[in-house]
């Protein structure tokens, strides 16, 4: 298994911003798509943003405009720039990767068989 590790997340007030990044230890991995899911209480897991090998990058209706996925290959690490919080984004953050250039839809938790353990962002109004 890849241990994948998200840093960053915190308490920060509505209108703020957070900057969370996940970077995989151990051997060198050579990961196709990379991104971010959360999960908010009493809710299911959802897609935030994904990024490809090449930079192509997706993102859902509810954060567009407002956070911003990148990555650094060389460090296999992904960051996700979370501006203009809103209450509404308190989740657990969690980073996921794929080694697999195929297979299912960016958007699908199925796509991905690597995920770190989660970081928690709560934004207060």
């Known amino acids: 298994q890849v241990p994948l590790v998200e840093s960053g997340g915190g308490l920060v007030q509505a209108g703020g911003s957070l900057r969370l990044s996940c970077a995989a230890s151990?051997?060198?991995?050579?990961?196709?798509?990379m991104g971010w899911f959360r999960q908010a209480p009493g809710k299911e897991r959802e897609f935030v943003a994904a990024?490809?090998?090449?930079?192509?990058?997706y993102y859902a209706d509810s954060v567009k405009g407002r956070f911003t996925i990148s990555r650094d290959n060389a460090k296999n690490t992904v960051y996700l720039q979370m501006n203009s919080l809103k209450p509404e984004d308190t989740a657990v953050y969690y980073c996921?990767?794929?080694?697999?250039?195929?297979?299912?839809?960016?958007?699908?938790?199925?796509?991905?068989?690597?995920w770190g353990q989660g970081t928690q962002v709560t934004v207060s109004s």
């Open positions: 151990g051997r060198t991995y050579s990961f196709h798509a």
């Open positions: 990024i490809s090998r090449s930079g192509s990058s």
């Open positions: 996921a990767a794929d080694s697999d250039p195929g297979g299912e839809s960016y958007y699908s938790p199925r796509k991905y068989n690597y």
